[in-house]
Nanobody, 124 residues
Framework: QVQLVESGGGLVQAGGSLRLSCAAS????????MGWFRQAPGKEREFVAA?????????YYGDSVKGRFTISRDNAKNTVYLEMNSLKPEDTAVYRC????????????????WGQGTQVTVSS
């Protein structure tokens, strides 16, 4: 079992920045690829970003956040981060981190472990 706890969400004006954190516990952190997904009311869950497992820090982004969001991980702290810049109202959603054993995926069904989520609200 892997437990994931997100933090860092909140209310921000358009053009602002937030940094989300996801702290993991329970298993060897480096054995898991980590992803961020988001879901806005009435919309399907959307892939945001992922970072690969073990010592491969290759990163991947959804098209809507490329150039604005940055995912990173600190294996010593068992934490993955999502730095969000130039935020837009359409970024408003509940953001959840997820973990899977193995290579990254942009498919939410591939992730076995999920955090509870943190709300991000971007005002115009």
């Amino acid at each position: 079992q892997v437990q994931l706890v997100e933090s860092g969400g909140g209310l921000v004006q358009a053009g602002g920045s937030l940094r989300l954190s996801c702290a993991a516990s329970g298993r060897t952190f480096t054995n898991y690829a980590m992803g961020w997904f988001r879901q806005a009311p009435g919309k399907e869950r959307e892939f945001v970003a992922a970072i690969n497992w073990k010592d491969d820090d290759t990163v991947y982004y959804g098209d809507s956040v490329k150039g604005r969001f940055t995912i990173s991980r600190d294996n010593a702290k068992n934490t993955v981060y999502l730095e969000m810049n130039s935020l837009k109202p359409e970024d408003t959603a509940v953001y959840r981190c997820a973990a899977r054993s193995g290579f990254y995926s942009n498919y939410d069904g591939a992730y076995a472990y999920w955090g509870q989520g943190t709300q991000v609200t971007v005002s115009s």
